[in-house]
């Protein structure tokens, strides 16, 4: 199982500088999830517990409401109410079946804390995500 989760990592930007032994202890804080198309699988305003990598399928995100983006293979998301300990800033839901990678999030925190290569790349994805989201 830890192969098949090591496989999944190699595809997500996220981690594409990292090495085998890296991934091998990244997929071992990792739990394969699945939510049938029309599903929330984080509600903006609820505590997050969760990050989520998409492996399969795609969803859409919403703030109050409105489309803010969409996300597909190669995507995360939960990472800023895990980064802020705070609520979820936005609601995701699956547009098609979804099959994600998910992280508990004191996995999340360990992994940021003891990779600086990772940490980077989250923030400048977070980065990425405020900025597009304040666009009109």
């Known amino acids: 199982m830890a192969d098949r989760r090591v496989e ?3 595809d997500f930007e996220l981690f594409e500088t990292l090495g085998r032994r890296e991934l091998q202890r990244i997929a071992e ?3 394969e999830r699945s939510f049938p198309a029309g599903t929330a699988v984080a509600r903006e305003g609820e505590v997050g ?3 989520f990598l998409i492996d399969d399928g795609r ?3 919403t703030i109050d409401g ?8 190669g995507d995360h998301f939960g990472e800023i109410s895990l980064i802020l300990d705070t609520s979820r800033t ?12 998910g992280m508990t999030s004191w996995e999340f925190r ?3 804390e003891t990779n600086a290569a990772i940490s980077w790349k989250v923030l400048e994805s977070t980065a990425l995500k405020l900025r ?3 666009r009109p």
């Not at 409105?66 to 293979?73: N, S, T």
């Not at 936005?90 to 990678?101: F, G, I, K, S, Y």
């Open 132 to 134: 597009d989201a304040q």
């Open 8 to 10: 999944a990592l190699r």
């Open 29 to 31: 804080g990792l739990s």
């Open 110 to 112: 360990r992994l940021v």
């Open 59 to 61: 969803a859409s995100v």
């Open 66 to 73: 409105r489309e803010v983006g969409r996300l597909g293979p």
């Open 49 to 51: 517990v969760g990050f």
């Open 90 to 101: 936005a609601t995701v839901t699956a547009e098609t079946d979804l099959r994600c990678w």
